[in-house]
């Protein structure tokens, strides 16, 4: 078992190396903030279920937006699938459909990103407009 715990690390490492060396730091930082996120928002509900929020809203500020949609068009599920390995290595069960959420913002606080979470039941992006409003 634990060799198997070995290998998947070392695919997760290999993963966020090619990450790394195909975008510049905001990837990598994201998926950070995400993880941050979304174990900080973590509800123990009992010693064998751990409860996290399903959906996450990235702001991006422009430059880094529009650059992150010329190095690959689908961030947002990248991010997603990135989030969705971190909860299934924590053992965290998610409120509902896991979706992360990517728009353009002139109002981030680090010039950069800003990354917020909510329970949501249904996620779509209606759902999300109407979130943060």
Do not use: I
């Not at 949609?69 to 069960?93: C, K, S």
């Not at 959420?101 to 909510?118: A, I, L, Q």
């Amino acid at each position: 078992m634990s060799t198997l715990t070995g290998w998947e690390r070392t695919l997760e490492r290999a993963g966020e190396a090619l990450w790394g060396q195909f975008f510049r730091r905001e990837p990598v930082e994201l998926v950070d903030a995400l993880r941050r996120e979304c174990d900080s928002n973590a509800v123990v509900c009992s010693q064998s279920r751990v409860v996290v929020p399903n959906a996450y809203d990235v702001e991006l500020a422009e430059h880094v937006h529009d650059e992150l949609a010329r190095n690959a068009g689908q961030v947002g599920q990248a991010l997603t699938d990135r989030l969705a390995q971190h909860g299934e290595h924590q053992g965290y069960e998610w409120a509902g459909p896991l979706a992360v959420h990517v728009t353009k913002s002139c109002d981030v606080p680090n010039g950069r990103y800003r990354v917020t979470s909510t329970v949501m039941p249904n996620v779509s992006a209606e759902g999300f407009q109407s979130a943060n409003v």
